[in-house]
Each structure stands twice: as C-alpha cells, then as structure tokens.
C-alpha cells in the first residue's frame, strides 16, 4: 500500500458540524478536508457509509452496496436548484450537538422525498441523462436495492423475514406485482442513491485535489435484514423461511464478558467458492468506488469466525469455523490486481491470521490503548515495537476516548479490574515520562513518532475529550453514533499543534 510516513483523522461524516441535526457531506464536510490540509494530514478514515436500519449503526447497514441518503448535503440541493432554501426551516429545531436518530431521519427523509418528486421537473437535461446513466451503471445492485427500499417503506419498515411469504422468499409473480405497485418508491430510491453518489464523487475530487485519501470500512459481515441477504439468500446460512441458523459474534473479551453477539448472517463459503467468489469480487469493486483503502473489519473472520447457534442469547457458546483463507484474497487480486487493504486485525489473532495478512502484504492495526496492558500481545501494540507495514491508532470507534479510557472508572465499560487499572496507568506513565495531563497528545506523539507508515487518531483524542464524546460502546444498541463535532471546535492551536508534530515526526 502506502510506502511515504503520513497520518490522518478518524472522523465519520454524521458527527461533521452543521445546523441540520446530523452531518453531512457537503459544505461542513469540505471545511472539514481544509482542516486537514491546514494540519498537515493526508488521510481522512470514515465508517461504512451505507444506508442505517434499527440501531443506527454503519456496521448493520440495510445494503453494503449503496449509499446513506441521510448523508445528503441539503445545501447543495439548493445549490444545484432541486430543492427551495425554505423547505429547511422544519430543520432549525434540530441544531447542532447530538443526533437524535429518531426525529432527523423521518423530517430528512421527507424533504428527500421532495426533491425527488420534483426532480425530474428541475433537473436539467444534462442531470437527467446522468442519473439515466448512473442506473444503468449500478443496475446489478441498484435495481434489487431500490425495490427492497420501497418495499421496506411501504411495509413501515418491517424487516424482510416478516414480509409476506411471496415477497420475502422472492417469488417472481410477488416481485413484479411490488414492482408495478411501488413504481414511483423506486424511483425515489434510484434518485436518493444518484444524489448521494453525485455528491459523494464531488467530495472525493475534493480530496484528491488537495491531496487526502479517504479510508473507509468494509465489515466482513452484512446484516440480516439487508437488501445483499434478501437478494442473494443462497449465499448465507439461512433456513427455508429466511431465519438465521448460525449467527456472527465474537468470544468473550476486553469489551465483554460474554462475548459479542451481532446478529449476522454467515457466508456459504462453499457457495462463494463455487462462483469464484463473485459477490465478494463485486463488493470490493463497489467499495473502491467509493473510497481509495478499504479498512476490512473483523479481518480474522476470513481465517475463521466466531459461530454462535442462531436462537443464542449470547456469544459465549459459540466456536472457530475456519473461512475461506487465502482464496478468496487471491480471487480478489486476479480480478481486480492489489488491493489497498488495511486488515483490521483486532481480538484474538492467531499465527495463522497474522500469516494470512502478511502473505498479502496488508498493513495492520496497532492501538495504543492496549499498548499496556494485561494481554499478552500488548508489547506488540508499544510505539517501540510496530512495525512499518502497520497503521497505528490512539483508538478505534470502538474504543473509549483516550481521556475517557485513561479516567474513567475500571469495570464500567470494560473488563479491567481495579488492580490491573492501577498496573497498566503506572506503565503508561513510566513509558511516556509524563504525568498524564494531556494523555492525548502523549499518545498521539508516540504514535506519530513511530516506524508505523501511518498513524490515525480519532477527532475526539484530537481534542481531548472525555467518555462523552464516545461514539460506540459494542455489546450496546442504544446511544451510539450519536457524537458531533460544533463549528470551531477544532480550533486554530489544535491545528497549529497537530502541524507542529506531523512536520516534526516527517509526515507531512
């Protein structure tokens, strides 16, 4: 992948700053790219950017292909002349601060809808060719997507298993009866994903041009209630009505003592194999549509994945069933030649995950936070240890804040015990020669100054903030993702300092 010393920041685009309850990707999201030239940055990291189901998550998104319509920049719909200036004021009650999920989506979906009501009478000619063109690009995904979305709405957004029988198994007489029905709702489905995309492509030259790369996540699973799962059910662990099996999770760990349970769908690898592993080849296209590296979350699952029974409560009954391993790499780089991957290789790695990702070159994951610790591959995670092929982070999404890890109380969020706490701040301390009060930037310069090619801090250990500012506690479906930035808040020191120690750690 990257050979030069560069760094980034790790900042998803719904927590960007902005006065519509949620961010977005158009004028907050290109002030933002300036503050990172400004710093001295090249890399901007992003979540999964497609379209959210319950929960809110980017990890349980209702389609791996497309694209979050909640993301579109209503500025510049008005911009582009689809949408009138006034039709905003329904958001000035939102305002900044956190995202309420719940009253945002339905009024942002509204005005959506509005805009693609009258695009056809608005667009210009030159617009209307262009989005006639990008569906037939995207037909492969867009069309089963597309009705999958109206059908979900015009169902009040039931999952697809609790469809009626014809619909959810796929019957052809059922689909071209929805098609016909649910015309305009897909139409309206194809429009939001153009929009999206129009936008999201305008961002990215935005980028390049100033010379930031994006990093973006593709989870290895998909989830159950899915556009990918609905359309492709063969490819999953499923059983004849569409009920999970087996489910995804992870064993019992720092996060959790009873593991992580997610819910998701397991691969037929068989299946897969037999068709050269054609939807995975098709998914990575897609992503480096999208994004210039591609952060393959959970890259141990390909080795082999935690299963768990499908009617489990939790994951801790669960047990290692191999994957497809280096296969299905190899398939990937036949067809589409290297890839700029960064496997996230996080939990319990074995010999035979870390030689899976060095056999393709991949970089790994280094996070600082488990730098000090109790478990026994913590030396590994030690400034003085990572190696160059390697991404170096204070934390990931699912870390707490570094201010927030280093402060707050052991057991309420983690697994650490009083005394372990105690051992790992004294380790800290004594290694970084500081006395703790500003744990962040002690973490981030050891992190800038080491061998790794490339460092990424979350905007929270950018600007010190506490456990507040977490944005994802795993094990938990309730208050996530809901962090935002305000306007100003990454203010001029912050920059000048994060300048300072990327021109003196030689990555600029």
Same mark, same amino acid.
């Given at each position: 992948?990257?050979?030069?010393?560069?760094?980034?920041?790790?900042?998803?685009?719904?927590?960007?700053?902005?006065?519509?309850?949620?961010?977005?990707?158009?004028?907050?999201?290109?002030?933002?790219?300036?503050?990172?030239?400004?710093?001295?940055?090249?890399?901007?990291?992003?979540?999964?950017?497609?379209?959210?189901?319950?929960?809110?998550?980017?990890?349980?998104?209702?389609?791996?292909?497309?694209?979050?319509?909640?993301?579109?920049?209503?500025?510049?719909?008005?911009?582009?002349?689809?949408?009138?200036?006034?039709?905003?004021?329904?958001?000035?009650?939102?305002?900044?601060?956190?995202?309420?999920?719940?009253?945002?989506?339905?009024?942002?979906?509204?005005?959506?809808?509005?805009?693609?009501?009258?695009?056809?009478?608005?667009?210009?000619?030159?617009?209307?060719?262009?989005?006639?063109?990008?569906?037939?690009?995207?037909?492969?995904?867009?069309?089963?997507?597309?009705?999958?979305?109206?059908?979900?709405?015009?169902?009040?957004?039931?999952?697809?298993?609790?469809?009626?029988?014809?619909?959810?198994?796929?019957?052809?007489?059922?689909?071209?009866?929805?098609?016909?029905?649910?015309?305009?709702?897909?139409?309206?489905?194809?429009?939001?994903?153009?929009?999206?995309?129009?936008?999201?492509?305008?961002?990215?030259?935005?980028?390049?041009?100033?010379?930031?790369?994006?990093?973006?996540?593709?989870?290895?699973?998909?989830?159950?209630?899915?556009?990918?799962?609905?359309?492709?059910?063969?490819?999953?662990?499923?059983?004849?009505?569409?009920?999970?099996?087996?489910?995804?999770?992870?064993?019992?760990?720092?996060?959790?003592?009873?593991?992580?349970?997610?819910?998701?769908?397991?691969?037929?690898?068989?299946?897969?194999?037999?068709?050269?592993?054609?939807?995975?080849?098709?998914?990575?296209?897609?992503?480096?549509?999208?994004?210039?590296?591609?952060?393959?979350?959970?890259?141990?699952?390909?080795?082999?994945?935690?299963?768990?029974?499908?009617?489990?409560?939790?994951?801790?009954?669960?047990?290692?069933?191999?994957?497809?391993?280096?296969?299905?790499?190899?398939?990937?780089?036949?067809?589409?030649?290297?890839?700029?991957?960064?496997?996230?290789?996080?939990?319990?790695?074995?010999?035979?995950?870390?030689?899976?990702?060095?056999?393709?070159?991949?970089?790994?994951?280094?996070?600082? $936070?488990?730098?000090? =610790?109790?478990?026994?591959? +913590?030396?590994?995670? *030690? @400034?003085?240890?990572? #190696?160059? %092929?390697?991404?170096?982070?204070?934390?990931?999404?699912?870390?707490?804040?570094?201010?927030?890890?280093?402060?707050?109380?052991?057991?309420?969020?983690?697994?650490?015990?009083?005394?372990?706490?105690?051992?790992?701040?004294?380790?800290?301390?004594?290694?970084?020669?500081?006395?703790?009060?500003?744990?962040?930037?002690?973490?981030?310069?050891?992190?800038?100054?080491?061998?790794?090619?490339?460092?990424?801090?979350?905007? $929270?250990?950018?600007? =010190?903030?506490?456990?507040? +500012?977490?944005?994802? *506690? @795993?094990?938990?479906? #309730?208050? %996530?993702?809901?962090?935002?930035?305000?306007?100003?808040?990454?203010?001029?020191?912050?920059?000048?300092?994060?300048?300072?120690?990327?021109?003196?750690?030689?990555?600029?």
């Amino acid at each position: 992948m990257r050979k030069a010393r560069q760094s980034g920041l790790l900042l998803h685009p719904t927590s960007l700053a902005g006065p519509y309850g949620i961010g977005d990707i158009g004028p907050a999201a290109r002030a933002f790219v300036d503050d990172l030239v400004e710093m001295g940055q090249h890399v901007w990291q992003v979540l999964p950017l497609g379209p959210t189901g319950y929960g809110d998550s980017p990890y349980q998104s209702l389609s791996t292909f497309a694209g979050n319509p909640v993301l579109i920049s209503f500025d510049d719909l008005v911009a582009d002349g689809l949408l009138d200036r006034r039709r905003l004021d329904s958001l000035a009650a939102f305002g900044e601060g956190r995202i309420n999920y719940g009253e945002v989506i339905p009024e942002r979906m509204a005005i959506l809808d509005t805009v693609c009501r009258s695009f056809l009478r608005r667009a210009s000619s030159e617009l209307r060719d262009e989005f006639d063109a990008y569906c037939a690009d995207q037909q492969a995904w867009l069309d089963d997507y597309a009705l999958f979305a109206a059908i979900k709405t015009s169902r009040s957004g039931r999952p697809w298993i609790r469809w009626a029988r014809g619909l959810a198994g796929r019957d052809p007489e059922a689909l071209a009866d929805a098609e016909t029905e649910l015309a305009t709702g897909i139409r309206y489905a194809k429009i939001r994903q153009f929009l999206f995309e129009r936008q999201w492509h305008a961002l990215r030259v935005y980028c390049h041009r100033r010379r930031i790369s994006i990093i973006g996540d593709v989870p290895i699973f998909v989830a159950h209630d899915s556009a990918d799962v609905w359309s492709h059910p063969a490819l999953f662990t499923l059983d004849e009505r569409g009920g999970l099996t087996v489910q995804s999770g992870v064993p019992p760990d720092y996060f959790s003592k009873t593991g992580q349970l997610w819910g998701n769908p397991l691969y037929r690898w068989d299946v897969h194999a037999e068709t050269g592993y054609a939807w995975w080849i098709a998914r990575m296209r897609r992503a480096l549509e999208l994004l210039d590296i591609v952060r393959i979350d959970h890259f141990r699952g390909f080795e082999a994945h935690w299963e768990v029974p499908g009617s489990a409560r939790t994951a801790a009954g669960g047990r290692w069933v191999k994957g497809p391993g280096a296969a299905i790499f190899r398939a990937m780089e036949k067809a589409m030649g290297d890839l700029p991957v960064i496997a996230e290789d996080l939990g319990v790695i074995t010999d035979e995950v870390e030689a899976l990702r060095d056999e393709f070159k991949f970089p790994g994951m280094s996070i600082l $936070q488990f730098a000090f =610790g109790e478990d026994p591959k +913590a030396e590994d995670y *030690r @400034p003085d240890h990572v #190696r160059t %092929n390697t991404v170096v982070y204070t934390g990931t999404h699912d870390n707490d804040t570094t201010v927030g890890w280093f402060t707050s109380e052991p057991g309420k969020h983690d697994t650490r015990s009083v005394k372990s706490v105690r051992e790992e701040h004294k380790a800290i301390l004594d290694y970084l020669r500081t006395d703790g009060s500003e744990i962040h930037w002690d973490l981030i310069r050891v992190g800038m100054k080491s061998r790794a090619s490339l460092c990424v801090f979350p905007v $929270q250990d950018l600007l =010190g903030l506490g456990s507040d +500012a977490r944005i994802n *506690r @795993p094990g938990t479906d #309730r208050g %996530n993702w809901q962090w935002r930035l305000y306007p100003g808040q990454i203010s001029d020191g912050i920059k000048q300092r994060m300048r300072r120690l990327t021109v003196s750690s030689r990555r600029l």
